[in-house]
């Protein structure tokens, strides 16, 4: 009872410094800057829909839910790369080292990138017409997290971002920071709740923040799991995430998944996936459809030392 009361205060407490943080910094209608940070870097969360933030407990929930990281009893390392649309390239990296009753200390770096992108220039009728010079845009961001388990069902995790974008010659710099919890109520049933991209505007563009609470359950220990997660950002309307995974004999899994955020037509929104583990490797693959836009593809690799 005291470990849920606990909990209680502290999500009451975040859900009101957030307020107060939409109250300083928001300035009515505007853009959104470092958009690149809400696309969903890892092959086994899209695969369920991106339904992650209750479940996660590996290298990786440096950028789901740091609290993740205080279950971790191993070294983690995990990459990603995800062939995205219009021909851009993402890349992801995390790595993740217990040092015992300290928590968990956690790097990672996010990469979003393009090839060479034709320059326009406005002629005489008004037109916007192809030049001979090209230019790349990067968007970057190093993630240094912490997590600690305090106790066997409750653990809270921190993460720092540092973010550049540059786009031709034009460059941009700024920082953000997570907070995330978990609380675990009993065997088959986890929780998590995180509040993300939290920090002061970008060449007066407001950051992506955003809220999540997730669940996850898992009525057949690993082998199966059914994830929900509830994300309400601060410039936009709430969505939802759902997802299922299940293990064949310990070695495979398939997924599947739908998030409500995904509007281009079709059948956008549906995510699907496959995993397979062998001793400390696995590897992931998703497969997110955009209806017309296109889709992606998106691969992880990652091993436990």
């Known amino acids: 009872m005291k470990t849920t009361r606990n909990l209680i205060t502290v999500v009451i407490s975040c859900i009101s410094l957030l307020t107060l943080y939409q109250h300083i910094y928001s300035k009515g209608a505007g853009s959104t800057a470092a958009q690149f940070l809400m696309v969903y870097p890892t092959a086994r969360a899209s695969g369920m829909g991106g339904a992650y933030v209750g479940d996660i ?46 928590g968990t200390f ?56 540092f973010i550049n974008q540059q786009i031709a010659q034009m460059n941009t710099s700024g920082f953000a920071g997570d907070f995330g919890i978990k609380y675990i109520p009993s065997d088959i049933i986890k929780t998590g709740f995180v509040i993300q991209n939290i920090g002061p505007e970008i060449k007066g563009n407001t950051l992506p923040t955003n809220i999540k609470a997730g669940i996850s359950l898992t009525p057949l220990g690993k082998m199966l799991n059914f994830n929900l997660d509830l994300n309400q950002p601060l410039a936009g309307k709430m969505s939802f995430a ?53 889709f992606s593809h998106i691969f992880s690799l990652g091993f436990i030392f």
């Not at 590996?58 to 790369?81: C, F, K, M, Q």
């Open 57 to 102: 407990e590996s290298s990786d929930s440096v950028y789901w839910n740091p609290a993740g990281l205080g279950y971790l009893a191993r070294t983690e390392i995990s990459v990603s790369h995800i062939i995205y649309l219009e021909g851009l390239n993402y890349n992801f990296i995390s790595y993740a080292e217990p040092m015992r009753k300290a």
């Open 106 to 161: 956690s790097i990672g770096g996010i990469a979003l990138y393009s090839g060479s992108i034709p320059q326009t220039k406005e002629d005489s009728l008004g037109r916007y017409v192809e030049t001979e010079q090209k230019f790349n845009t990067v968007e970057a961001a190093i993630l240094v997290g912490w997590g600690k388990q305090f106790s066997k069902r409750f653990a809270a995790g921190l993460c720092a971002k």
């Open 242 to 294: 759902i997802g299922f995974e299940r293990w064949v004999g310990q070695i495979f899994a398939f997924r599947m998944g739908y998030n409500s955020a995904v509007e281009t037509g079709g059948l956008s929104g549906l995510q699907a996936g496959i995993g397979t583990k062998w001793r400390g490797l696995t590897f992931d693959y998703a497969f997110i459809p955009y209806g017309d836009i296109g």
